[in-house]
């Protein structure tokens, strides 16, 4: 099993938060919908507690660089949630147990598993672990990840990126969005985000574009 620290009274829900939908039904998709929600709750407590002067503007966009696709793909790879995944031979083929929304979407379904396997409490306790350095690392910022990287750009002298739905899919009231967020200069960079609205899918696009061109230092 995974690194995760928990130990599952009912191995079926570990199994089924780990099966993606193209391995059929039942799959992980309504486990992740609490998980997304779980999540929110207990990131939110923590950056509360954390800023206790920051605006809830502040504590907002704290929250969407913390849980978006990519930070959630490396927690998940940190408890090699991927050597564990059930995939349908489609996405097997493709590699998606690499692909960082499968991870995500994946770790999500995870945490309500333990949810409904114990209590909140322990849900809690779980998530804490996970993000209470990343909380106290993340930097305090007033200007979301669209913003930054605009001005990134501009500072320099180059174009402005290049944003495009790639996908939407889900009922009406729980809809995720997949948008894709591309510059060309000083390189070709892009990078997809997901989002339950497409402001927010933008926003984690641009964080992870914004984190690519930092890490390269051109």
Same mark, same amino acid.
């Given at each position: 099993?995974t690194k995760?620290?928990?130990?599952f009274?009912?191995? !079926?829900?570990?199994?089924?938060a780990?099966t993606?939908r193209s391995?059929g039904k039942?799959?992980?998709?309504? +486990?992740?919908?609490?998980g997304?929600?779980l999540l929110g709750v207990v990131?939110a &407590?923590l950056?509360?507690e954390a800023?206790p002067h920051?605006?809830?503007g502040?504590?907002?966009r704290l929250? /969407?660089?913390?849980?978006?696709?990519q930070?959630?793909?490396v927690?998940?790879?940190e408890?090699?949630?991927?050597?564990? +995944?059930? +995939?349908?031979?489609?996405?097997?083929?493709?590699?998606?147990f690499?692909r960082?929304?499968? +991870?995500a979407?994946?770790f &999500? /379904?995870?945490? !309500?598993a333990i949810y409904? $396997?114990?209590?909140?409490?322990?849900c809690r306790?779980a998530v804490?672990?996970l993000f209470a350095?990343?909380v106290?690392?993340?930097? =305090?910022?007033s200007k979301d990840?669209?913003?930054?990287?605009?001005e990134w750009?501009?500072?320099?002298?180059?174009?402005?990126?290049?944003?495009?739905?790639?996908?939407?899919?889900?009922?009406?009231?729980?809809k995720t969005f997949d948008?894709?967020?591309?510059i060309i200069?000083p390189?070709?960079?892009s /990078?997809e985000?997901r989002?339950?609205? =497409?402001?927010a899918?933008?926003?984690?696009?641009a964080e992870?574009?914004?984190?690519?061109l930092? $890490?390269?230092k051109p």
């Amino acid at each position: 099993m995974t690194k995760l620290t928990y130990r599952f009274r009912d191995p !079926a829900l570990a199994q089924l938060a780990l099966t993606h939908r193209s391995a059929g039904k039942p799959n992980n998709e309504r +486990l992740e919908f609490l998980g997304d929600a779980l999540l929110g709750v207990v990131v939110a &407590e923590l950056l509360y507690e954390a800023h206790p002067h920051a605006s809830e503007g502040e504590l907002s966009r704290l929250r /969407a660089q913390l849980v978006n696709g990519q930070t959630l793909a490396v927690i998940a790879r940190e408890l090699e949630l991927g050597d564990e +995944l059930k +995939l349908g031979s489609g996405e097997l083929k493709s590699g998606g147990f690499r692909r960082d929304s499968i +991870l995500a979407d994946a770790f &999500e /379904a995870l945490l !309500a598993a333990i949810y409904l $396997d114990s209590d909140f409490a322990t849900c809690r306790e779980a998530v804490r672990e996970l993000f209470a350095e990343r909380v106290a690392a993340i930097p =305090r910022s007033s200007k979301d990840a669209k913003t930054r990287l605009q001005e990134w750009l501009q500072a320099r002298g180059w174009p402005l990126p290049n944003y495009e739905l790639k996908d939407s899919y889900g009922e009406d009231h729980a809809k995720t969005f997949d948008v894709s967020c591309a510059i060309i200069e000083p390189q070709p960079i892009s /990078a997809e985000g997901r989002g339950s609205s =497409r402001r927010a899918a933008e926003q984690d696009a641009a964080e992870a574009v914004l984190r690519q061109l930092q $890490d390269s230092k051109p």
